[in-house]
């Protein structure tokens, strides 16, 4: 007896990655009910659909952008000064555009972040919007290798053997869903007269296996902004209000993947806050909606056994062998840091008495390894608007900040993150997700931001390896062979199938008929000399 167990393993071999930026640019035009405007304060955005199609080697993408902006208007009686303007959906920015991929066999993926969003006035109710937006692209091939992983025989046989670990695609999908509620303005709160803007951030976000699916789950901070009512019914200033983790005003989200899980996959993800709505019908309440989308990766991690060479102690081990790429996963990890970072305010700018909001933009990340490490590298625009110190007027002046435009520096990161076992050459997969960002003033001239971030990495190495497919043990015959015997070639034939025909070797016929090896390509009609014994010297 002398039984073959088969295995395949399937990988993705990512051949090559590249990130490019699109540039999108249009004017917007302000509320018929709102004033005029004086100067831009804040501007923020948030990608709320992406479709993207490849045709030719070009990447069309199309979509829309929701874009926030805050702005000081043109002086009112009794009003302060400073108004929000949403613009959404089809209202808002809509864009077309297309990018150039290089020349590769493969599939692509790609992933568009929202890197920088400008604003300039062009007049006082025109505005002119430029968005920057990255993409990264992907390009891999899908890989199948199939492997002898078994013997099974009464002959003493020795075997050596790889033991790999291989990483194999079960999904890769994009899921998004709305989230609403409503939030209560508690004493020592002032009431709501008018909404300026609202920001929202996904915190504490993790992924857990249930029956058939996959939940991402975790919190929903909600940073406000808002207009003061005054016990009188005049407006106020500017207050703020801030339901976090932290004092328990976070509320819960939770995405969903249904997919059937032959066994516990690995879960990469990267989640996005795709469009903020905030409204308010009472004073002392507002209403939230959010629209949260996640990129979802899923895999099978298992570790295979492949045979690479096969010998017996009695008669002759013909192989069959298959020089094949195998995609190795060589650590996959979870890791979490903190960026801290003080920012001091441009010259010109007023001192800071109060924080009223910072817009921080998804950081464009660069990765690379090294000897035991992943080193991450990043950087974002930050823009802080807030309340200066009074210098004898009647209203405290509303100002604005800017770090990463106007010839100032964006806020930078470094950081390395220990990978045993990792080497410069290999290849990773990082996906990246904010868990929670704080600022507070330093001192009046000083800004302290403490940004946490969770990194999933799976890091994979490209190995070239022979590996046996099959195997035959060719025992001596006691049955006498005629002294010349002749196999005319048929189609499909190969010499694998024709040495098993005939109980001899592929080494023994090549030999025989002077073939250049194993693997030299057999021609319908060839005749091969079948040759009387296995051996070959």
């Known amino acids: 007896m002398f039984t073959c167990h088969y295995g395949q393993a399937i990988m993705e071999k990512t051949i090559h990655t590249t990130r490019k930026t699109l540039e999108v640019k249009g004017q917007l035009d302000l509320a018929a009910d709102h004033p005029g405007l004086e100067a831009v304060l804040t501007a923020h955005g948030y990608l709320r659909e992406i479709k993207g199609e490849i045709i030719g080697g070009k990447l069309f993408l199309s979509g829309t952008a929701d874009l926030h902006l805050v702005y000081r208007a043109q002086e009112q009686l009794d009003r302060v000064p400073v108004y929000g303007m949403v613009w959404k959906g089809l209202d808002g920015v809509v864009f077309n555009g297309e990018l150039g991929l290089p020349d590769l066999e493969g599939y692509w993926d790609w992933q568009v972040r929202l890197l920088k969003t400008k604003l300039q ?15 990264q692209l992907r390009a891999y091939e899908p890989v199948t290798v199939g492997y002898l992983d078994r013997i099974e025989t009464e002959v003493p046989i020795k075997t050596e053997e790889e033991h790999l670990l291989v990483a194999e695609p079960l999904l890769q999908t994009y899921v998004k869903r709305e989230f609403n509620n409503t939030f209560a303005l508690t004493y020592p709160k002032m009431p709501l007269s008018r909404l300026i ?28 902004v808002y207009v003061a009512l005054t016990e009188d019914g005049q407006e106020g200033g500017l207050a703020t209000q801030k339901w976090t983790a932290e004092n328990g005003g976070a509320f819960p989200f939770q995405l969903t993947v249904e997919a059937p899980m032959p066994q516990e996959p690995s879960i990469y993800y990267a989640l996005r806050v795709e469009s903020v709505e905030c409204s308010s019908t009472h004073p002392e309440s507002c209403r ?3 629209q949260l989308g996640a990129a979802v990766c899923l895999t099978k991690t298992r570790q295979t056994t492949a045979i690479v060479e096969v010998s017996a102690e009695q008669g002759i081990v013909d192989q069959r062998r298959e020089a ?3 995609v190795e996963v060589v650590e996959e990890a979870e890791r979490s840091f ?21 817009v921080v933009a998804d950081p464009q990340v660069q990765w690379e390894l090294d000897q035991d490490q992943l080193i991450l590298t990043g950087e974002t625009p930050v823009t802080l608007l807030y309340q200066a110190e009074s210098s004898g007027e009647e209203r405290e002046a509303i100002m604005t900040a800017n770090w990463g435009q106007g010839g100032t520096a964006a806020l930078t990161f470094g950081v390395a993150l220990d990978l045993p076992g990792v080497e410069a050459g290999m290849q990773a997969r990082v996906f ?8 507070e003033p330093a001192d009046e001239r000083t800004l302290r931001l403490v940004w946490e971030l969770k990194a999933m990495i799976m890091v994979t190495q490209s190995r070239a390896l022979s590996l046996v497919t099959d195997s035959a043990l060719v025992l001596p015959t006691e049955e006498p062979k005629p002294s010349m015997l002749f196999y005319v070639v048929q189609p499909g034939d190969t010499l694998w199938g024709i040495a098993r025909r005939y109980n001899t070797t592929m080494a023994a016929l090549a030999k025989q008929n002077q073939l250049a090896g194993t693997d030299q ?10 040759p009387k014994e296995a051996v070959v010297n």
């Open 121 to 135: 006035p062009e007049g006082d109710r025109t505005l002119n919007y430029l968005m920057e937006l990255e993409v």
């Open 197 to 224: 803007s609202c920001q929202v951030f996904p915190v504490e976000a993790t992924a857990s296996l249930a029956k058939d699916r996959v939940n991402i789950e975790g919190k929903l901070e909600v940073h406000l």
């Open 288 to 290: 939230v909606q959010v």
């Open 324 to 326: 094949s790429s195998w």
């Open 338 to 358: 903190v960026v801290e970072k003080l920012l001091t305010l441009p010259d010109q700018s007023a001192s800071l008495k109060q924080i009223l909001q910072v």
């Open 432 to 439: 990246l997700n904010p868990q929670r960002f704080t600022a």
């Open 521 to 530: 390509e057999l021609i319908i009609g060839q005749k091969l000399l079948i």
